[in-house]
Each structure stands twice: as C-alpha cells, then as structure tokens.
C-alpha cells in the first residue's frame, strides 16, 4: 500500500507556544489529506479536510484560527496547533487519500500518527 | 449526523478462538473499511469493501458489505497474540470522500 509519514511522532511543548506537524505522501501524490484527532481509547474526529492549493475545510466545531492547515504540495500537508494549552494535549493523525490504481485502491492511507503534550 | 454504532466495544479471547465484530449505520454507506490500530500507532487497513454484498478475504481475515448497505462484519479466524489491538470499521457515503468511524473493537487475546 501507500506509505504516509507524520512528523514528528512525540513533541511536547509549552504552554502558549506553537506546534507544527508534517504529513507527507511518500510514493504517491495526495489531492486531499485529512487531520484527524484521538483521544485515548476513543475513535477518530475528523477536524479538517486539506486540499492541495485551496484552503482547508474544517469540521464543525474546529477552530480553523487554531488549526492551520497548508497543503502546499501534493506531498506535503502541516498542522500547526498554534498557541498551545493543556487541553490541545492528543494523538493526532493525518490520512492521505491515493488516487485510484495505487494498490487497486482510492483509499485513504494513514500516518504513523503525533503525539502532543502541552506542558 | 452520520453515525456508526460498532460491537463489541471490547472482546477478550483465546489464542485461537473465531472473532466476530460488525459495525451498523442509519444511513447508507457506498464503502466499508476496516482499519486495524495498535497503541502509539495509525490504523492500517485491513479490509476495503465497495460492493452491497461483497465477501472479501485478507489472510485470516474476512469481511462482508451487507445487502442493504447500511452494516458490514468482520471476521478474525483462529486468532493470534498478535491480533490484538483495536479494530475500527470507517464508511463513506457521497458526501466529500469523508471516513465516518466507528467507535472501535478492542481485542484482546491471551495466549
């Protein structure tokens, strides 16, 4: 299948600073990444839906201003949680969607996931 | 919204015991998937299903599109220690390619 790579797999930061998470499509060129959070032993909450060169579409309840989301290239999409509290605390996850004929499938494929903790 | 009821929530098994675990909608899905996540990890797929209908198997694994599009199985035959984890079903409808997920199966299997 389709290899995604997030990066980094753990951070933690301090209070009010700033967090940016790297989501990239290694072998094939991704239109549409979505950043997902999990908090534990919970499903996943889709926040956003990144498409390459046009701005995100958040879910409802997300705060677009707090979750930055670029997707610059068909490789390469970011998650900044800016100004970071305790609350933001997560596993975060992002999934890049394949085009058709990779693997046989238009499947979303995820990365290794990002585990943030705010100090 | 679209929701996903999954079960069991968890299961706790022998080392080669059958599993069975399935997922239902309200709505119609045009696609199942089943994704497998193992702790400080993403899921990973196991299982894409497109078909009202379709069998697929994967190894030791098998899952089913129900008829009527709104539920979908999956089976674990003769379970391992390392198919523990936890097991989430993911449907799509039309509406912008978004995965809806299921709240999870944890598996638990003891040697």
């Known amino acids: 299948g389709a290899v995604v790579s997030q990066h980094p797999s753990r951070v933690i930061c301090k209070s009010g600073t700033s967090v940016k998470i790297e989501c990239r499509s290694l072998?094939?060129?991704?239109?549409?990444m979505f950043w997902y959070r999990q908090f534990p032993k919970k499903s996943l909450m889709l926040m956003a839906t990144?498409?390459?060169?046009?701005?995100?579409?958040?879910e409802q309840g997300v705060e677009k201003d707090k979750f930055l989301i670029n997707h610059a290239s068909l490789t390469l999409s970011t998650l900044t949680v800016t100004s970071a509290h305790p609350e933001d605390s997560s596993f975060y996850i992002c999934?890049?969607?394949?085009?058709?004929?990779?693997?046989?499938?238009?499947?979303?494929?995820f990365g290794q996931g990002t585990r943030l903790t705010v100090v | 919204g679209q929701q996903l009821n999954q079960s069991p929530q968890s299961m706790f098994i022998q080392e080669g015991e059958d599993v069975s675990m399935n997922c239902t909608s309200s709505?119609?899905?045009?696609?199942w998937l089943w994704y497998k996540q193992e702790p400080g990890e993403g899921p990973v797929l196991l299982i894409a299903?497109?078909?009202?209908?379709e069998l697929t198997s994967n190894g030791r694994l098998t899952a089913q599109f129900g008829i009527t599009r709104k539920d979908s199985f999956l089976n674990i035959s003769a379970s391992i220690p390392s198919d523990v984890g936890i097991y989430f079903c993911?449907?799509?409808?039309?509406?912008?390619?978004?995965?809806?997920f299921g709240q999870g199966t944890e598996l638990s299997v003891k040697p």
């Open positions: 993911a449907g799509r409808s039309n509406q912008g390619g978004k995965l809806i």
């Open positions: 709505s119609i899905f045009n696609t």
């Open positions: 072998d094939f060129q991704a239109t549409t």
């Open positions: 999934s890049a969607r394949a085009p058709s004929g990779t693997g046989g499938w238009a499947e979303a494929f």
């Open positions: 299903l497109y078909k009202a209908g």
């Open positions: 990144s498409n390459e060169g046009s701005k995100a579409t958040y």
